[in-house]
C-alpha cells in the first residue's frame, strides 16, 4: 500500500522541483489529493525557493560576487539532492536545511 501511495504522489513530486512555477502548480494539484508524499517534496522545494529569493536579494542589495554564486552552486547540490530522493521515492530531507522546510512549511 505504502509503493502504491508513493507512486500516486510521485508525478506532483516530481513537478515540483521544476521551477518555482513548478511548485506552485505541484501546490495546487496536491490540494485536491492531499498525497503526503508530494506534499513532502513541495516543502522541500518550497524551502529552496524561498532561500533562492532570499539570496538573490541579498546579494543584489550586497553585491556578494563569488560568494553568492558558491552558495547557489551550494542551493543547486541540495536541489539535486531532493530530486534524486523524489525520482527514486524516498522522503530523504535534504541536508543541513530539510528539517527547517518540515517545520517552516508543515501547513502544506
Given at each position: 500500500?505504502?509503493?502504491?501511495?508513493?507512486?500516486e504522489?510521485?508525478?506532483?513530486?516530481?513537478?515540483?522541483?521544476i521551477?518555482?512555477?513548478?511548485?506552485?502548480?505541484?501546490?495546487f494539484?496536491?490540494?485536491?489529493?492531499?498525497?503526503?508524499?508530494?506534499?513532502?517534496?513541495?516543502r522541500?522545494?518550497?524551502?529552496l525557493?524561498?532561500?533562492?529569493?532570499?539570496?538573490?536579494?541579498?546579494?543584489?542589495?550586497?553585491?556578494?560576487?563569488?560568494?553568492?554564486?558558491?552558495?547557489?552552486?551550494?542551493?543547486?547540490?541540495?536541489?539535486?539532492?531532493g530530486f534524486?530522493?523524489?525520482?527514486?521515492?524516498?522522503?530523504?530531507?535534504?541536508?543541513?536545511?530539510?528539517d527547517?522546510f518540515?517545520?517552516?512549511?508543515?501547513?502544506?
Amino acid at each position: 500500500m505504502q509503493n502504491q501511495h508513493i507512486e500516486e504522489g510521485k508525478t506532483t513530486a516530481i513537478i515540483s522541483y521544476i521551477t518555482w512555477i513548478g511548485t506552485l502548480i505541484a501546490y495546487f494539484m496536491n490540494n485536491s489529493k492531499r498525497n503526503s508524499f508530494a506534499a513532502f517534496h513541495i516543502r522541500q522545494m518550497t524551502g529552496l525557493v524561498v532561500f533562492q529569493i532570499a539570496l538573490g536579494a541579498i546579494g543584489y542589495f550586497l553585491h556578494l560576487g563569488m560568494v553568492e554564486s558558491v552558495l547557489q552552486i551550494g542551493l543547486f547540490v541540495l536541489w539535486i539532492i531532493g530530486f534524486v530522493g523524489c525520482i527514486k521515492g524516498e522522503e530523504k530531507r535534504i541536508p543541513l536545511v530539510g528539517d527547517i522546510f518540515q517545520d517552516w512549511f508543515k501547513g502544506i
